[in-house]
């Protein structure tokens, strides 16, 4: 899944944590160039694209699963969702 999500502090962006992972403006910015992995159980994000200024912007992602998931199995799962 490719997608993205913005990031913004009045004060300047100074750090963004994702997934327990803290990263500097500079990693932010250089994510076209350098791509940051976040491994987690269900899956593996990749930042790996941000447009924007030292104030707000935007960074780009692609999510992939590493399996299944079983959510008819899950509490509150009915055949249109959760509830």
Same mark, same amino acid.
């Given at each position: #899944? &490719?997608?993205?999500? /913005?990031? =913004?502090? +009045? !004060?300047?962006? $100074? +750090?963004? +944590?994702?997934?327990?992972?803290?990263?500097? @403006? $500079?990693?932010?910015?250089?994510?076209? $160039?350098?791509?940051?992995?976040? &491994?987690? #159980? =269900?899956?593996? @994000?990749? @930042?790996?694209?941000?447009?924007?200024?030292?104030?707000?912007?935007? #960074?780009?992602? /692609?999510?992939?699963? %590493? $399996?299944?998931? !079983?959510? &008819?199995? %899950?509490?509150?799962?009915? &055949?249109?969702?959760?509830?």
């Amino acid at each position: #899944v &490719d997608g993205s999500f /913005t990031i =913004e502090a +009045t !004060d300047g962006i $100074a +750090t963004v +944590t994702v997934g327990g992972q803290s990263f500097t @403006l $500079a990693q932010i910015q250089a994510l076209a $160039a350098t791509p940051q992995t976040i &491994d987690t #159980v =269900e899956g593996t @994000l990749v @930042l790996n694209g941000y447009s924007g200024n030292t104030f707000s912007g935007t #960074v780009s992602y /692609t999510y992939t699963l %590493k $399996a299944t998931i !079983d959510n &008819d199995s %899950k509490p509150g799962a009915t &055949d249109t969702g959760f509830g």
